[in-house]
């Protein structure tokens, strides 16, 4: 997102300079770099939210730039498949929510199911989307970046935010301080901390969520398609699921696992007390009320740490599962998912505050890839108006 948005600014304010700090010493070393790499259709938000809008448009859209720029692109499409009678009632709110947001989606039959994927598993009807797709995050993330770099945005690597002078109007940062006529914030697992500095994100923190993918020989079967399950709206999570990657590889997950500090990826690294002490002060609350179904949700999370569940879940999609060898688990990623600590609520669509000084995105979770194009065209209207 913050590449997209300096880019679009870049595009409409070409006597500005554009600034796009960054902490780490390359791009795309946290969420953009480990995503599933799906383009999804925007099928699975209600009309009137973002997440819907720009999901559509932004799918189209990156489509259109990957053939456009040469990246490789897999326009495998997407199953959705049930596992019961009862679940067929929320195929149909699925069908109903892309019918409403002019998303292509067709309602198959079993045997129709079997023509696209001749091993997968559904009860009765499944859900075909032609438009869903797979790209290389990184891949995508550099070409952007490339961009930006040749339309004049100035990309400054290794460099971290440390506090902002109101006084001054300057950013502090570990490599000096940047002169700032207006900010945009879009620093993923630290927007809110962020965006407190500049008196914003009252009522919300980002809680983290660890996701992992289990990899598949790739000289077992391979699926046709990507294969998902009818999901629990109530969560803005999509159970396990087979993904294929741009090479046609299959993959499994993700988890959705409550992360102890925001950069807990493996063991100890990038441990933070501080961190490591609100979350899970914070979790430990949701735990005992069991607010929003945490309580639920977690316990059937950590589960999915054992390959032996995540298989089990997987078999339920694709009968072939039981050929198969799964032996790697990929890159371990994190949502940077935003609560709302007034309502104890997460929020489920994309959420951005900001006025005539600075800008803050502060929910940008999946499937905000998807969305980067046509989300930072509609946040860069945004930020004009503020300043008008």
Known sequence: MGISLAREIRNRHPDSRVVLLEKETELAFHASGRNSGVLHAGFYYTADSHKARFTRDGNAMLREYCLEKGLRLNQCGKLVVTQSEEQLSGLQELKRRGDANNVELHWLTEAEAREIEPQI???????????????????VVTSLAQDAVSRGVEIHTDTAYKRYNHKAKTVETTNGAYQAGFVVNCAGLYADRIAQDFGFSE????????????????????????????PDLKYPFLGVHYTLTVDGHAKIGPTA??????????????????????????????????????RDLALEEIRKYRKGYMINEARKLLAATDNMKFNTWGKPGIRAQLINIQDNRLEMDFKY??????????NAVSPAFTCSLSFSAHLADVIESQLH
Not at 126 to 132: C, D, E, G, M
Not at 353 to 362: A, I, M, R, T, Y
């Open 121 to 139: 598993r559904t009860y009765e009807s499944a859900l075909w989307s032609p438009t869903t797709a797979s790209v290389d995050p990184r891949e």
């Open 203 to 230: 009522n919300y923190r980002i809680l983290p969520f660890k996701g992992l993918y289990l990899y598949a020989d790739p000289a077992t079967y391979r699926p046709s398609t990507n294969i998902y399950p009818v």
């Open 257 to 294: 696992i409550p992360a102890l500090w925001r950069e807990h990826y493996q063991g100890m690294s990038r441990f933070d007390f501080s961190e490591f002490s609100e979350i899970v002060y914070r979790e430990m609350k949701l735990f005992a009320a069991n607010q929003f179904g945490f």
């Open 353 to 362: 505050e900001g006025d005539k000084e600075s800008f803050h995105v502060l």
